[in-house]
């Protein structure tokens, strides 16, 4: 019996809960699967990412197990010292 899902005809916007996800493998220019609607990491440290709009930023000293809204296209070695980087869509 497949499961019951009472907000199937909603739109999925930014603001709505997370509905998949994927491992990254930090990667200098390599593009993700998919631009994510958020991040987060299980080991804190620095994450070097390129914006869906292209912008290079590294994010000093993230926290584990926090989400963070940012809209990723890339995440880079170099600069990069968290670890158990998660996409999530």
């Known amino acids: ?8 005809d909603y739109a999925t916007g930014l603001s709505s809960p997370v509905q998949g996800g ?5 990667a200098d220019g390599a593009d ?11 080991g804190a440290g620095d994450l070097a ?5 292209g912008d290079a930023i ?16 890339q995440v880079a070695a170099t600069g990069t010292t968290a670890t158990g980087i998660k996409g999530l869509i």
Request: aromatic share 6%; proline share 11%.
């Open 1 to 8: 019996m497949p499961i019951s899902d009472s907000f199937h």
């Open 22 to 26: 994927f491992d990254i493998t930090p």
């Open 32 to 42: 993700l699967a998919e631009v994510t609607r958020a991040l987060m990491v299980s």
């Open 49 to 53: 990412v390129i914006l869906k709009n």
């Open 58 to 73: 590294t994010l000093p000293g993230l926290t584990p197990g926090v989400i963070y809204p940012i809209r990723a296209a």
